[in-house]
């Protein structure tokens, strides 16, 4: 079945550093989903990419999706406090058929901020 | 207020006892699942539901019940809980299987 890598599982940085998590599919996807999820909380939806090579921006992060629909990254320029928790993808494989099944999730990277 | 809404947000149960986690949204969603979500393991999905009496698994289906009678609402059974299932569940919903997803609070479910 798919499956989605997502590297590092653990990033520490320092409040003002930057930030990078990468995500890799097996298979193609038709589109990729990242969300937040805060400690003690649930997962919250950032953003969907659907085209190759797509770049979106939302203030201080920067989503990617590779040209071959089959890596991701998010970016976060100057990390602050309130970036805390942990950051999945979540990729819809594209079948030979044309056709698209559920979600499935990266198992995440845990951003820790020391002030 | 749009949101999904999950019952109980705790619970502690006994190896064997059947339980049912509720799980509501009232955005008329379509696409609603279930997600077990463990550490270093991330977000495993049970069940999912394209639309109303339409159920299929997700990855981790094994002990796992599902119902969809209503389109808002789509419960999760465990029959036979075992300590192997004590876990954070999250309910989710959208619009498609290939759109946002909204998410509940989450249950955390313990097994003794």
């Known amino acids: 079945g798919q499956q989605v890598m997502q590297i590092p599982q653990y990033q520490h940085v320092q409040e003002g550093e930057d930030f990078t998590t990468y995500c890799n599919s097996s298979?193609?996807?038709?589109?990729i989903q990242w969300y937040k999820q805060r400690p003690g909380g649930h997962p919250v939806f950032l953003i969907q990419?659907?085209?190759?090579?797509e770049v979106k921006k939302q203030k201080r992060l920067t989503f990617q999706f590779g040209e071959a629909k089959k890596n991701s990254s998010l970016h976060i320029t100057a990390t602050q406090t309130t970036d805390v928790g942990t950051y999945f993808c979540?990729?819809?494989?594209?079948?030979?058929?044309?056709?698209?099944?559920?979600?499935?999730f990266g198992k995440g990277t845990h951003l820790i901020i020391q002030p | 207020e749009a949101q999904v809404t999950q019952n109980p947000r705790y619970l502690i149960t006994v190896t064997g006892k059947k339980l049912t986690v509720t799980c509501s949204q009232n955005?008329?969603?379509?696409?609603m699942s279930w997600y077990r979500q463990d550490p270093g393991l991330g977000l495993r999905q049970i069940y999912y539901?394209?639309?109303?009496?339409?159920?299929d698994k997700g990855d981790v289906p094994e002990g796992y019940k599902v119902s969809r009678k209503e389109k808002r609402n789509f419960p999760l059974i465990l029959e036979s809980p075992s300590p192997n299932q004590t876990s954070l569940y999250f309910c989710?919903?959208?619009?498609?299987?290939?759109?946002?997803?909204?998410f509940g609070q989450g249950t955390r479910l313990t097994v003794v």
């Open positions: 989710a919903s959208s619009p498609g299987s290939w759109t946002e997803a909204f």
């Open positions: 298979t193609t996807l038709s589109n």
């Open positions: 990419l659907v085209k190759s090579g």
């Open positions: 979540a990729g819809i494989a594209m079948y030979s058929g044309g056709g698209a099944d559920g979600l499935t």
């Open positions: 955005m008329n969603h379509e696409y």
């Open positions: 539901s394209m639309n109303v009496e339409v159920t």
